[in-house]
């Protein structure tokens, strides 16, 4: 079976974000002062051949604590779907 996982990587909210700052920043200096306290992460997408959803799960989580998040500076969630 193929799964699809749509995976978010964010700074830990103990954490100062620079980039989050900035655009918080930014948002001010365009007029948007509503716009408060951004935090600045990113969106990763890949595809798992498994043999079931939990095998699929299992890999993309084993992903996440290998190489797309730092556990020390931050944290993950992620869905999995399961394509046609």
Known sequence: MRFKAEIDVMP???LLDPQGKAVTSSM???GLE???EVRVGRHV???VDAA?????KSKVDEACK???AN???ESY???IEELS
């Open 12 to 14: 830990l909210d103990a």
């Open 52 to 56: 079931s959803e939990g095998e699929a």
């Open 45 to 47: 997408r890949l595809m």
């Open 77 to 79: 969630t992620f869905q």
């Open 28 to 30: 001010q200096n365009i």
């Open 71 to 73: 556990q020390i500076m």
């Open 34 to 36: 509503e716009i408060s």
């Open 66 to 68: 290998k190489l797309l």
